[in-house]
């Protein structure tokens, strides 16, 4: 069997608000496999977006193991774990985030440039992944140009823009109407497993949980 692209072992993270300390994540035990899709369900406030952050390595102050692409990212320096989450994550987030003074193509192009794709390439990749998305007429519309859920396939085709082995996404039809994030949420769905991506993908919506390959339920900051 495959190693895990992601592994976590006891992960855990507390905050301090004057005398009380609230624990967030309890010792978080998790793998994904390469390809594979796992929604991590639970509601508000019971740790989805903080245990993506720490798998994310967007920031620091967690206890216990993270492993990505086999490599433990708690012994990483910052440089090394920017390089880490350059090479291994895409990021899709429950808000769009696109630059708004570039077009829908410079989007998806920009983060290849930064990984050093050779201009011509990038270029040529960005208008495939926006074309597959249905957006192949809309490549030079700027982000206040393109509707919701528009917007969104722009974050999605940004995310896998640089072909991760993990895509990690928060909510990431949150911000659109229920129609609107089905056919959204399909088309995600579908690009991820194109690309033979792994995903973590958190959501509260048991619907949209359903479609993916395995169900991880964070309760409280304990995963079920």
Same mark, same amino acid.
């Given at each position: 069997?495959?190693?895990?692209?992601?592994?976590?072992? *006891?992960?855990?993270?507390?905050?301090?608000? +004057?005398?009380?300390? =609230?624990?967030?994540? !309890?010792?978080?035990?998790?793998?994904?496999?390469?390809?594979?899709?796992?929604?991590?369900? %639970?509601?508000?406030?019971?740790?989805?977006?903080?245990?993506?952050?720490?798998?994310?390595?967007?920031?620091?102050?967690?206890?216990?193991? =993270?492993?990505?692409?086999?490599?433990?990212?708690?012994?990483? *320096?910052?440089?090394?774990?920017?390089?880490?989450?350059? *090479?291994?994550? +895409?990021?899709?987030?429950?808000?769009?985030?696109?630059?708004?003074?570039?077009?829908?193509?410079?989007?998806?192009?920009?983060?290849?440039?930064?990984?050093?794709?050779?201009?011509?390439?990038?270029?040529?990749?960005? !208008?495939?992944?926006?074309?597959?998305? +249905?957006?192949?007429? !809309?490549?030079?519309?700027?982000?206040?140009?393109?509707? %919701? %859920?528009?917007?969104?396939?722009?974050?999605?085709?940004?995310?896998?823009?640089? !072909?991760?082995?993990?895509?990690?996404?928060?909510?990431?039809?949150?911000?659109?109407?229920?129609?609107? #994030?089905? =056919?959204?949420?399909?088309?995600?769905?579908?690009?991820?497993?194109?690309? %033979?991506?792994?995903?973590?993908?958190?959501?509260?919506?048991?619907?949209?949980? #359903?479609?993916? *390959?395995?169900?991880?339920?964070?309760?409280?900051?304990?995963?079920?």
């Amino acid at each position: 069997m495959s190693e895990p692209v992601l592994q976590t072992t *006891d992960l855990r993270r507390s905050f301090t608000q +004057g005398d009380v300390t =609230i624990e967030v994540l !309890r010792g978080i035990n998790l793998s994904v496999r390469p390809g594979e899709i796992v929604a991590l369900l %639970g509601p508000s406030g019971s740790g989805k977006s903080t245990l993506l952050q720490a798998v994310g390595l967007l920031e620091g102050g967690f206890d216990g193991s =993270i492993r990505i692409g086999g490599r433990e990212a708690a012994s990483l *320096d910052n440089d090394a774990r920017t390089d880490l989450r350059r *090479d291994m994550l +895409g990021f899709v987030y429950q808000f769009h985030h696109l630059l708004p003074d570039f077009d829908a193509l410079e989007n998806v192009l920009l983060p290849q440039l930064i990984f050093g794709t050779e201009p011509d390439a990038a270029r040529t990749r960005a !208008r495939d992944l926006l074309t597959s998305l +249905g957006l192949g007429n !809309r490549l030079d519309h700027r982000p206040a140009k393109l509707s %919701g %859920g528009e917007q969104q396939r722009v974050a999605v085709a940004r995310a896998l823009a640089n !072909r991760p082995p993990l895509v990690l996404a928060d909510e990431p039809t949150g911000n659109l109407d229920e129609h609107t #994030a089905d =056919i959204v949420f399909a088309e995600f769905l579908s690009l991820v497993r194109s690309e %033979g991506s792994a995903a973590l993908v958190a959501t509260h919506n048991e619907r949209i949980a #359903a479609k993916m *390959d395995r169900v991880l339920r964070l309760h409280e900051g304990v995963l079920e």
